[in-house]
Nanobody, 130 residues
Framework: QVQVAESGGGLVRTGGSLRLSCTMS????????MGWFRQAPGKEREGVSC????????YYADSVKGRFTISRDNEKNTLYLQMNSTKPEDTAMYYC???????????????????????WGQGTQVTVSS
């Protein structure tokens, strides 16, 4: 049984930092491309950042480029999202997602739609106060 679990969300002031983590079990983590998506109330789920199975390829949405950093530790089966210089518009539920590596990595493609990912966590809430 595949399990995906996010952690690290919380309340932070504008300009502050948070580090989200996502652990996976029930599959071979290093065989999967991974992504962070977020969904604010009344809005569609959007791709924030995605990373290839090896960690070499990364992609960032324009809205977070230069502020967020995605990384992974394949030995620990863990995905990370370091969030710096946070803004109120970063407030959302953040989800971790996984998709088995069957195609050549294209970060823009994978992050363009949640439909490209098969496994999802329950989400962790991030709230940035102004």
């Amino acid at each position: 049984q595949v399990q995906v679990a996010e952690s690290g969300g919380g309340l932070v002031r504008t300009g502050g930092s948070l580090r989200l983590s996502c652990t996976m079990s029930g599959l071979t983590f290093e065989d999967y491309h991974m992504g962070w998506f977020r969904q604010a109330p009344g809005k569609e789920r959007e791709g924030v950042s995605c990373i290839s199975w090896s960690g070499v390829g990364t992609y960032y949405a324009d809205s977070v480029k230069g502020r967020f950093t995605i990384s992974r530790d394949n030995e620990k089966n863990t995905l990370y999202l370091q969030m710096n210089s946070t803004k109120p518009e970063d407030t959302a539920m953040y989800y971790c997602a996984a998709e088995r590596e069957t195609q050549t990595w294209n970060g823009r493609h994978y992050c363009s739609s949640s439909t490209f990912f098969t496994y999802w966590g329950q989400g962790t809430q991030v709230t940035v106060s102004s």
